[in-house]
Structures are given as C-alpha cells and as structure tokens.
C-alpha cells in the first residue's frame, strides 16, 4: 500500500537553524556552518505533528540535526515510535564519493559511514547517500560511485540500515546513468526518485525507469510564483510511477512562498487519489 511522507525541507522555514556541512581546504577537514531561521517547530515536536496531520513516515534532511549525541538520537527514536510514524530515510545532504582530491574524498567516505551508523541509532530504515557530482559522461567515476556505494551498502546492511541513492547532483542527473549505479551496486542500493530532478524530453521515460528500483519517491512538482503547482504536469509524473506498478513512499515536496504546511496541502490534493489502490 502506497502511503503518504515529507522531507523536512519541505518543512524548512519552521524547523530553525539550518546546519551545513561543509569542506574546509585550509585544514582539509569537515565544518558545519549554521545558517539562522526561527524555530517554529523543533525536530523532536516534528513527528507528532506530522502524524496529526496524517502523514505516515517522515524523511529528515541531515543539516536539521541539532545534536547527534546518543541520547538526543535515543530522544528522537522514541518520539517517533510514540506518535506511531515511520522515520523512513535520513537525507545526508552532504558528500562526493567522486571527488578528484583522494583525502578529501577519502573524508567524505568516512562522514557518509558515520552518518549511516548514526541512522541506525536513530532508528531510520534507510539513508540516502549522494552517488557524486562529477560529469554524467565520466565513466570512470560513474563505476567509482557505484564501487564505493556497493561498499556502504554492504556496511548498512550489517547494522540495519538500507543504503539508497537518488537521481541529484550531477553524475546521476540521468536515468541511464541511475540504472547503470544499480546494476553494478548488485542490489547493495537502492533509488529515490525525484521529480525535479530529471530534465529534458525524456523525463517521464526516466522516472518510469527508476521507479522499480525506488524506495520512495519526491514528489517535485514545477510551481509558479504564488507557490500553485502545475498540476498537468506533476500528474505525468504521478502516471508513470503508476504505470510501473510502485507501492511505497510519496514524499511531498514544497519549497515555494507562503506558508509550508498549506504548500504541501496543494500538492497533497494531487497525490491523494495515486496512494493506495491507485490512479487517476
């Protein structure tokens, strides 16, 4: 059964500071760097309020972590578990498995390892690893991410945590490249499809490829100014994971003006008939 999700960016604006990860080349170390936003909703009141207004699961974006301290993990793993919701996928929104400088990409294998151990403590399914941002036509790097994602996928599944991927960034920008990951990560990987993500005439053909390999999918629509989706469009999209026969995530996607909560409700009226028994 198809059910209904949200990433905590969609919920951004609410959530407080946001923590970047970011690499510093004069120490040729890992910083955050925190980018201020009022606290409307913390991270720990999230789930309950998620699950009152009918979502499901969650997805939580890395940079809006306040603490990885075992017991703040242990806190936030019993807040779900009492508001009766999935914490379905961490979105670790940092890291280049293809980076050309080896002790910086050495680093970033490191942090992603260590943001997978910390997935399991919080009780997350799932992490979404970044598979890299060199060009899409570079073959070597393609089978060093798919090399290096196998290899986390494989210390993921030793403590309860599925490795996923997504078509972001710019090496899998595109659904050949995407299958190309999956086939040589020997089922060590998995996908998240995302809308927004895919550009070009072959759009709908590439979500309709990924989708069988997905764990869930962003549901990214195109919107216009005033933060109204183009519902034509989002429903091509919504048609060809329906095509493909997927049961699993609708994670919505919001980032325009205005209030969050009511942007998520637009794109929810859409998505609504494709949960469950499915289409429209």
């Given amino acids: 059964m198809s059910y209904l999700s949200v990433s905590t960016w969609s919920l951004h604006r609410l959530l407080g500071p946001l923590r970047w990860t970011v690499w510093n080349p004069e120490t040729r170390m890992h910083e955050v760097k925190e980018q201020d936003q009022p606290q409307i909703l913390s991270l720990l009141e999230l789930p309950q309020e998620a699950a009152r207004r009918g979502y499901q699961a969650l997805e939580l974006c890395h940079f809006h972590f306040p603490s990885t301290d075992d017991g703040y993990l242990h806190d936030l793993r019993e807040r779900f578990a009492a508001a009766r919701i999935s914490l379905d996928t961490i979105l670790l929104d940092y890291g280049d498995l293809t980076h050309p400088d080896e002790v910086r990409r050495a680093a ?8 997978i151990r910390l997935a399991a403590k919080c009780g997350s399914k799932r992490i979404r690893i970044i598979a890299g941002e060199a060009s899409p036509s570079d073959e070597a790097s393609l089978q060093l991410s798919a090399h290096s994602l196998r290899s986390l996928g494989e210390y993921g599944e030793r403590i ?4 996923v991927t997504e078509n972001f960034k710019s090496l899998l920008s595109t659904g050949a490249n995407c299958l190309t990951v999956m086939e040589q990560a020997a089922g060590q990987v998995a996908m998240i499809t995302d809308f927004g993500n895919y550009h070009g005439p072959l759009k709908y053909e590439e979500i ?6 997905s764990r869930s999918i962003h549901v990214k629509p195109h919107y216009d100014e005033a933060g109204r989706p183009d519902e034509a469009e989002l429903r091509q999209c919504l048609d060809s994971v329906h095509a493909s026969g997927y049961d699993g995530a609708y994670v919505l996607i919001y980032d325009g003006p205005g209030d969050m909560w009511e942007g998520l409700e637009r794109v929810r009226r859409i998505v609504g008939p494709y949960l469950g028994a499915g289409g429209a």
Avoid: H, K
Wanted: without cysteine; proline residues 6%.
């Fill in 108 to 115: 970033d294998y490191a942090f992603m390892q260590e943001w």
């Fill in 160 to 163: 309860g945590v599925q490795v």
């Fill in 208 to 213: 309709a490829a990924t989708t069988p390999y």
